[in-house]
């Protein structure tokens, strides 16, 4: 009888020993990927002109990688803008990092017409050093003329969320001041994972520059373009009777 409440007196202690032991190397890894996270920087860069954009995003990561951590940017596009599924397909193929869509992209709608939409950047963090670099190519949708004689209209970017996580840290509840939200798990979307999104960062919005139409100049065009159609046509006519080719 003595033996067998031993034994399980034995039992018990080593099991809340073994919980003790992984609770605290949860804490542990959270706390070390809240400390990474706070070290971490995210800054955008526009280059190229006109509709044909790229999206220079650097992510300045602490020198002390963490084991198993993983990284995505998240970016909120606005429907000024739009990116080419079959275009990123080809970049990820020689680049270090994988992309989602969260919805279908149709490249030939007007932005009036459709809506905003995000994409999730999953890059690599095999390499030694702490810094990514992520280049998205971007193109401008065509807008709706302005009336008021301006001849550009501007589109506001955001920067990216910073998302992380690792696998030892499974219980995001105490990552104050950060946030923990839901994602993808990785780039084939096939389930979704909480993650830790950085909160202290500068979240400025970076403005792009696309030419629009001139709205008071729609009327003296179709004007013009029906004149000179039926001018030519009167000419072509002419020529056609002149020569019997009729």
């Not at 080593?14 to 995210?42: Q, Y």
């Not at 629009?212 to 100049?217: C, K, N, R, T, Y």
């Amino acid at each position: 009888m003595y033996f067998v409440l031993f034994s399980l007196f034995a039992c018990l202690s080593t099991c809340h020993c073994f919980i003790e032991k992984d609770v605290k190397e949860n804490e542990s890894h959270c706390g070390l990927l809240t400390r990474w996270l706070e070290s971490s920087l995210v800054s955008v860069e526009i280059t190229k002109k006109g509709f044909h954009r790229e999206v220079v995003t650097t992510v300045e990561l602490s020198p002390d990688v963490l084991s198993g951590a993983r990284v995505v940017l998240v970016h909120r596009w606005p429907r000024g803008v739009f990116v080419d599924p079959y275009q990123l397909a080809s970049l990820s193929e020689q680049s270090d990092w994988q992309i989602l869509l969260d919805s279908a992209i149709d490249l030939e709608v007007p932005a009036h017409q459709t809506a905003g939409f995000v994409t999730y950047v999953y890059p690599s963090l095999d390499g030694p050093t702490p810094r990514l670099k992520v280049t998205i190519p971007i193109h401008g949708r065509y807008h709706e003329p302005s009336y008021d004689g301006g001849t550009f209209t501007s589109v506001d970017i955001e920067h990216p969320e910073l998302l992380l996580r690792t696998e030892k840290c499974t219980q995001l509840h105490n990552v104050e001041p950060h946030a923990v939200v839901d994602a993808p798990c990785t780039h084939d979307n096939s389930s979704t994972c909480p993650w830790v999104k950085l909160q202290h960062q500068e979240r400025g919005l970076v403005g792009v520059q696309f030419p629009v139409g001139d709205g008071s100049l729609v009327t003296p065009v179709c004007a013009g373009t029906l004149l000179v159609t039926m001018l030519c046509c009167v000419a072509l006519s002419k020529h056609m009777w002149k020569h019997r080719i009729i």
